[in-house]
T-cell receptor
Framework: DAKTTQPPSMDCAEGRAANLPCNHSTISGNEYVYWYRQIHSQGPQYIIHGLKNNETNEMASLIITEDRKSSTLILPHATLRDTAVYYC??????????FGPGTRLSVLP | NAGVTQTPKFQVLKTGQSMTLQCAQDMNHNSMYWYRQDPGMGLRLIYYSASEGTTDKGEVPNGYNVSRLNKREFSLRLESAAPSQTSVYFCASIETKGASDTQYFGPGTRLTVL
């Protein structure tokens, strides 16, 4: 079973920031938080990952709470092409890489 | 640099037929995985290979076999296809940096078993 909990769906207005939450209250000290997304029927696409510190790359920002029990993926300026299912996964050394149902993000014009 | 490629893109089989799904990566990664994704569901791990010459079962291995032919290629075989194996199959190649793994996925093979 997935070790994360995400809302099943969210809407976001185009051009606004999309904030996708994830709860992982049973995360262990050496597990990373990963975010992937799947656009329509394509293969999942890696977005970002982190351990303790907040992370930012060209696609998104990842905010991890101090107790590491939850995190938020931020897409700063959502576009229609960001409409996808977003998966939050916690894992260490590929031992428990489980894709749950994810959050279906709809970016609205 | 093609990343991860999969063939075929689509396939229709009759119950009892066999086929092999091919996957190749050009990123020099050691680990490769096979997943299946049923409609409206997340991905489930079928088999994985941590390095050339090794394979291990994942969550749903029954009805499948795999071969890690070399570092680049990891194939998935259905010996006797069943309608329950109708699914989209994704291959992934894993980049390992320290304790973190990043997975790069192929475009998928859409399989229908009649």
């Amino acid at each position: 079973d997935a070790k994360t909990t995400q809302p099943p769906s969210m809407d976001c207005a185009e051009g606004r920031a999309a904030n996708l939450p994830c709860n992982h209250s049973t995360i262990s000290g050496n597990e990373y938080v990963y975010w992937y997304r799947q656009i329509h029927s394509q293969g999942p696409q890696y977005i970002i990952h982190g351990l303790k510190n907040n992370e930012t790359n060209e696609m998104a920002s990842l905010i991890i709470t101090e107790d590491r029990k939850s995190s938020t993926l931020i897409l700063p300026h959502a576009t229609l092409r960001d409409t996808a299912v977003y998966y939050c996964i916690v894992d260490n050394y590929g031992q428990n890489f489980v894709f749950g149902p994810g959050t279906r993000l709809s970016v609205l014009p | 640099n093609a990343g991860v490629t999969q063939t075929p893109k689509f396939q229709v089989l009759k119950t009892g037929q066999s086929m092999t799904l091919q996957c190749a990566q050009d990123m020099n990664h050691n680990s490769m995985y096979w997943y299946r994704q049923d409609p409206g569901m997340g991905l489930r791990l079928i088999y994985y290979s941590a390095s050339e010459g090794t394979t291990d079962k994942g969550e749903v291995p029954n009805g499948y076999n795999v071969s890690r032919l070399n570092k680049r290629e990891f194939s998935l075989r259905l010996e006797s296809a069943a309608p329950s194996q109708t699914s989209v199959y994704f291959c992934a190649s894993i980049e390992t940096k320290g304790a973190s793994d990043t997975q790069y996925f192929g475009p998928g093979t859409r399989l229908t078993v009649l």
